[in-house]
Each structure stands twice: as C-alpha cells, then as structure tokens.
C-alpha cells in the first residue's frame, strides 16, 4: 500500500521562498501526475499545479504562475514546489496527490484518489 508523505511547510515572510516536497513511498508503478493542491477553511480544496511524471509537462493555477515551480525526480519518487515570491493568499494547507491514469484535467481534485495528510504553509504580510 503506497503512501504520499508532505514535507517543507512552515512560515515564510510575503516575498519570501518556501519548497515542499512530496515522496510517493510503496508504490509498484510510477504515479502518471502528481499534484499539489492547497485548502482553506471553509474554501474548496484548489489545484495549484501539477506535472506529469513521464513528459514533466507541468499545470499550473493562473495564481501561481511565474511564482511556483513543480519538479518531480522520478529517480527518488519524489515532487517538489518551490514556492517564490509568497503572497499572503498562499496560505492554506497544502496537499499532494497522486493519479495512475490518463488525466484531462490535472488541476481537478476530484480527478485523485491518493492524497497525503497536508502540510501547512503560512506567509505574513
């Protein structure tokens, strides 16, 4: 039974860097996309971005464009987003997720079964 392990969150000033990484332990097949997504009380969970693990074609929400950078190394089975330039509005739990499938919409939550347990990233103003 694989499992996705989040690490990386914490505290970060506005303007300032975060990376979080996300390891895709005990799975026997490469994960097709992996993705971030964040939520905040009483918001729907939000695709922030995504890449599929073959080509590294990455997806990413118009909000974080230009900011955030996903990377994936398949060799250690792990995802990344560095997290540049933090607006306050980048606050949320964020949370990895894992698909083993053809996806047309890799920002959609609701296309991901596999999810890890979250990590919280805070940036203030």
């Known amino acids: 039974q694989g499992q996705l392990v989040e690490s990386g969150g914490g505290s970060v000033q506005a303007g300032g860097s975060l990376r979080l990484a996300c390891a895709a332990n005990?799975?026997?097949?490469?994960?097709?996309?992996m993705a971030w997504f964040r939520q905040v009380p009483g918001k729907e969970r939000e695709g922030v971005a995504a890449?599929?693990?073959?080509?590294?074609?990455?997806y990413y929400h118009d909000s974080v464009k230009g900011r955030f950078t996903i990377s994936q190394d398949n060799a250690k089975n792990t995802m990344y987003l560095q997290m540049n330039s933090a607006k306050p509005e980048d606050t949320a739990m964020y949370y990895c997720?894992?698909?083993?499938?053809?996806?047309?919409?890799?920002?959609?939550?609701?296309?991901?079964?596999?999810w890890g347990q979250g990590t919280q990233v805070t940036v203030s103003s």
């Open positions: 890449i599929y693990t073959y080509s590294l074609n990455p």
């Open positions: 005990g799975y026997t097949d490469r994960p097709d996309y």
């Open positions: 997720a894992a698909r083993f499938e053809y996806s047309r919409a890799p920002l959609d939550p609701s296309q991901y079964i596999h």
